[in-house]
């Protein structure tokens, strides 16, 4: 699979970066001195993103750390529950 690529369309008022390990950081800035971050980390063939207007970056390295493959009847139940999503 691919590593996580910034996008081409350059959006105002965001930073986007790919690491050497192929993690991707985007940070949006919003009017007023708010702002977001967003981790993006391949684990084998699935893509997780974690994204956070409180969380720092380390804590949000942090939670992506703690991320394990689920069994196929877990992620089935955590599907069905819309606990996670799954998207194309």
């Given at each position: ?14 930073t ?62 955590l ?10």
């Amino acid at each position: 699979m691919p590593r996580p690529r910034c996008s081409e369309l350059k959006e105002k008022d965001v930073t986007c970066t790919v690491d050497a390990h192929g993690e991707m950081r985007a940070v949006r800035d919003f009017p007023g001195g708010g702002r977001s971050v967003t981790l993006t980390r391949r684990h084998g063939n699935a893509e997780a993103e974690v994204t956070s207007q409180t969380l720092d970056e380390p804590g949000l390295r942090q939670l992506l750390s703690t991320l394990h493959p689920l069994a196929g009847t877990e992620l089935e139940r955590l599907m069905r529950d819309k606990k996670i999503d799954h998207r194309f």
